[in-house]
C-alpha cells in the first residue's frame, strides 16, 4: 500500500512562486504515475496534471496554460509541482496521488491513492 505525503503548502502573494513536494513510500515508486489535484472551497477536486512513471511525459489540467510545472526524482521517491506567477484563484489543497496507470489520474478514475493534501492560499 502507497503512502503519500505532501509537504510545501503555505500563504503567498500574486504572482510568487512555489513548490510542492510529495513523497511516497510502501510500493516501488518507479511503477508508479504520480499525480496532483486540488479543490478549493465550495468546487469540486480539479486534476491539475500527472507524470508518467518514467518521467517521460507530463499531461495537465486545461487552467495550467504553462504555470506548472510537474516532475520527479525516482530516486528520492518524490515528485513535485512547481507553480510561477500564482493567482488567488489557485488557493486550493492540493492533493498528490499516485496510480498504476497515469490516465487513472488524468480521468480521476481506478486505482488511485491519495495524500492527505497540503494548503495553498495566494493573497492578492
Known amino acids: 500500500q502507497v503512502s503519500l505525503v505532501e509537504s510545501g503548502g503555505g500563504l503567498v502573494q500574486a504572482g510568487d512562486s512555489l513548490r510542492l513536494s510529495c513523497v511516497a513510500s510502501g510500493r516501488t515508486f518507479s511503477n508508479l504515475a504520480m499525480g496532483w489535484f486540488r479543490q478549493a472551497p465550495g468546487k469540486e477536486r480539479e486534476f491539475v496534471g500527472a507524470?508518467?512513471?518514467?518521467?517521460?511525459?507530463?499531461l495537465y489540467g486545461d487552467f495550467v496554460k504553462g504555470r506548472f510545472t510537474i516532475s520527479r526524482d525516482n530516486a528520492e521517491n518524490t515528485v513535485y509541482l512547481r507553480m510561477h506567477n500564482l493567482k488567488p484563484e489557485d488557493t486550493a489543497i492540493y492533493f498528490c496521488?499516485?496510480?498504476?496507470?497515469?490516465?487513472?489520474?488524468?480521468?480521476?478514475?481506478?486505482?488511485?491513492?491519495w495524500g492527505q493534501g497540503t494548503q495553498v492560499t495566494v493573497s492578492s
Open positions: 496521488a499516485s496510480s498504476p496507470a497515469i490516465i487513472s489520474l488524468k480521468r480521476s478514475s481506478g486505482e488511485i491513492t
Open positions: 507524470i508518467h512513471k518514467s518521467g517521460g511525459m507530463a
